[in-house]
């Protein structure tokens, strides 16, 4: 049977073929709507609705196209799967399962997966929501916190939390009768060095061979980057000639930008170019970027006499955050801005050192006036006493 016409619209990966209408309706022929788009590496095709049947327009397919693009929206493979399976037999692991299937740009998953497998997948993960206890759940959070892991406790249950949650809203498994609740956490650590440890780093660092690593850790003091965003810099994120780095798809969302300032120019500049490979650090592979240094991080580290448990790389963006919420010269503004923080929140955590800074200035202020009428006094007492 040969194909049928198919005929374009104004939206992109929207197209309609002409069929039959609906028996016995005033309507011949309607329009069948079909989109088209790519999902994890793969074209999908698939129906979007019938014109009059299903009430579909150009305009909705492109709508329906953009939410299953985004994953807020089953296509339809997974509908039919979906609606097969009878809702009674979804279970946490199954739920989880088809969560990370519509999240794949979801940055932290594979770490969340591993942590599902760990401590969920095997046993509470077997169990329908609906079955779910909360004795279950408080036995899974005991159980890790009694092993010192409460940050753990917290992660797992959240993931648990979320699975179960996504089958609620999607209409899968029925509301649980009880809420989970989750540990709080107070562990937003503030690491700091003290300016002599500082002092003696950056003199390790400029004895230290392995000069990748020291650089690494000098970015990470100079600009507050990120791990990540370090590893994953390339030239051309980096504008010389106004001054500033692009740090592509950072943790918080879209492009960000952030000054070069000169301490950072100047390593950068020193820096050698692979011309085969776009990234300022690569990686051991063709085209790669670099993924650790963990053997010249302990030597500096040991030579430095850093403090036990202080991170090479995130441990100095925290400096460079202490330095300059410290000055008194940054508001939390500009400091949520250079850190690329998305949530505000997240920069209050240095928001005790700014109000050191704003007491010390108080205090001068303090001082200057007390001089002041400190030395009136003394003005007053000669000229009582020239009388």
């Given at each position: 049977?040969?194909?049928?016409?198919?005929?374009?619209?104004?939206?992109?990966?929207?197209?309609?073929?002409?069929?039959k209408?609906?028996?016995?309706?005033?309507?011949?022929?309607?329009?069948?709507?079909?989109?088209?788009?790519?999902?994890?590496?793969?074209?999908i095709h698939?129906?979007?609705?019938?014109?009059?049947?299903?009430?579909?327009?150009?305009?909705?397919?492109?709508?329906?196209?953009a939410?299953?693009?985004?994953?807020?929206?089953?296509?339809?493979?997974?509908?039919?799967?979906?609606?097969?399976?009878?809702?009674d037999?979804?279970?946490?692991?199954?739920?989880?399962?088809?969560?990370?299937?519509t999240?794949?740009?979801?940055?932290?998953?594979?770490?969340?997966?591993?942590?599902?497998?760990?401590?969920?997948?095997?046993?509470?993960?077997?169990?329908?929501?609906?079955?779910?206890?909360?004795?279950?759940?408080?036995?899974?959070?005991?159980?890790?916190?009694?092993?010192?892991?409460?940050?753990?406790?917290?992660r797992?249950?959240e993931?648990?939390?979320?699975?179960?949650?996504?089958?609620?809203?999607?209409?899968?498994?029925?509301?649980i009768?009880?809420?989970?609740?989750?540990?709080?956490l107070?562990?937003?650590?503030?690491?700091?060095?003290?300016?002599?440890?500082?002092?003696?780093l950056?003199?390790?660092?400029?004895?230290?061979?392995?000069?990748?690593?020291?650089?690494l850790?000098?970015?990470?003091?100079?600009?507050g980057?990120?791990?990540?965003?370090?590893?994953?810099?390339?030239?051309?994120?980096?504008?010389?000639?106004?001054?500033?780095?692009?740090?592509?798809?950072p943790?918080?969302?879209?492009?960000?930008?952030?000054?070069?300032?000169?301490?950072t120019?100047?390593?950068?500049?020193k820096?050698?170019?692979?011309?085969?490979?776009p990234?300022?650090f690569?990686?051991?592979?063709?085209?790669?970027?670099?993924?650790?240094?963990?053997?010249?991080?302990?030597?500096?580290?040991?030579?430095?006499?850093?403090?036990?448990?202080?991170?090479?790389?995130?441990?100095?963006?925290?400096?460079?955050?202490?330095?300059?919420?410290?000055?008194?010269?940054?508001?939390?503004?500009?400091?949520?801005?250079l850190?690329?923080?998305?949530?505000?929140?997240?920069?209050?955590?240095?928001?005790?050192?700014?109000?050191?800074?704003?007491?010390?200035?108080?205090?001068?202020?303090?001082?200057?006036?007390?001089?002041?009428?400190?030395?009136?006094?003394?003005?007053?007492?000669?000229?009582?006493?020239?009388?």
């Amino acid at each position: 049977m040969p194909a049928q016409k198919r005929h374009k619209t104004s939206y992109p990966g929207v197209y309609f073929i002409e069929g039959k209408g609906v028996p016995n309706s005033v309507h011949k022929i309607e329009k069948i709507f079909y989109i088209t788009y790519r999902k994890e590496g793969r074209q999908i095709h698939e129906k979007a609705g019938k014109q009059f049947q299903d009430d579909m327009t150009a305009a909705r397919a492109a709508v329906v196209r953009a939410r299953r693009i985004e994953g807020q929206e089953l296509s339809n493979k997974r509908k039919k799967a979906a609606k097969k399976a009878d809702s009674d037999h979804w279970t946490i692991a199954k739920l989880w399962d088809l969560y990370c299937d519509t999240h794949p740009g979801n940055k932290s998953l594979r770490n969340e997966q591993n942590k599902f497998n760990r401590y969920i997948r095997d046993d509470l993960g077997k169990k329908e929501p609906s079955k779910l206890l909360a004795l279950d759940v408080d036995r899974l959070r005991l159980g890790l916190q009694k092993k010192g892991k409460r940050t753990t406790a917290a992660r797992v249950l959240e993931l648990l939390r979320r699975s179960i949650n996504f089958g609620i809203k999607r209409g899968l498994v029925p509301t649980i009768s009880f809420k989970i609740e989750i540990p709080k956490l107070n562990n937003q650590t503030t690491e700091d060095l003290s300016p002599e440890q500082l002092g003696e780093l950056l003199k390790v660092l400029d004895t230290e061979a392995d000069q990748t690593a020291a650089n690494l850790m000098r970015l990470a003091l100079y600009t507050g980057m990120r791990r990540t965003e370090i590893f994953k810099l390339k030239w051309d994120d980096i504008d010389f000639q106004r001054g500033f780095i692009t740090l592509q798809d950072p943790k918080g969302g879209s492009n960000q930008m952030i000054p070069l300032n000169d301490s950072t120019r100047a390593i950068l500049e020193k820096t050698h170019r692979d011309k085969g490979n776009p990234f300022v650090f690569p990686g051991q592979k063709k085209g790669s970027h670099i993924t650790d240094r963990k053997k010249s991080f302990k030597r500096i580290f040991k030579v430095a006499k850093l403090p036990d448990g202080f991170r090479p790389l995130h441990g100095l963006r925290h400096v460079y955050a202490s330095m300059l919420a410290s000055s008194g010269k940054v508001d939390m503004y500009q400091l949520q801005k250079l850190l690329t923080h998305k949530d505000p929140r997240t920069t209050q955590r240095y928001i005790h050192l700014r109000d050191e800074a704003l007491k010390r200035a108080s205090d001068v202020a303090d001082e200057l006036i007390g001089s002041i009428t400190s030395g009136k006094d003394k003005v007053i007492e000669i000229e009582d006493h020239k009388k």
